[in-house]
């Protein structure tokens, strides 16, 4: 479990960061994961099941919401990180909505692929 202040503070030493299961409450979380990652020399990260994207949410596809914005906001952080080899993001509501962040998590993921 991590504490609820700074994300750097409780993870900068760690290889493998595991914050899955609802430890990642929120875009907000994931904007601060995002805005910190470059200070992680972390090889594996697992942000499983913090279900980031609200399906319910009206707005077509979710591209104008704050958990888009996340979504987008980690994948630049991602794809900036040179250190990390495995990553799992299962079940967290991407791809029912939110279609931008996921392209860009993609590209991020397999190495830009422009």
């Avoid at 949410?57 to 104008?64: K, S």
């Amino acid at each position: 479990s991590i504490d609820e202040g700074s994300l750097a503070s409780s993870l900068s030493q760690q290889d493998s960061i595991d914050l899955s299961d609802g430890q990642l409450s929120g875009p907000s979380r994931l904007l601060e994961l995002s805005s910190q990652m470059s200070g992680f020399a972390i090889t594996s990260l697992s942000i499983s099941r913090n279900s980031f994207v609200d399906v319910s949410a009206p707005q077509p596809y979710n591209d104008a919401s704050e958990a888009n914005a996340a979504v987008l906001a980690f994948a630049g952080a991602l794809a900036g990180h040179g250190t990390i080899t495995s990553l799992d993001i299962s079940d967290n509501g991407l791809g029912c909505k939110g279609q931008s962040g996921l392209v860009a998590l993609m590209e991020a993921v397999g190495g830009g692929g422009k």
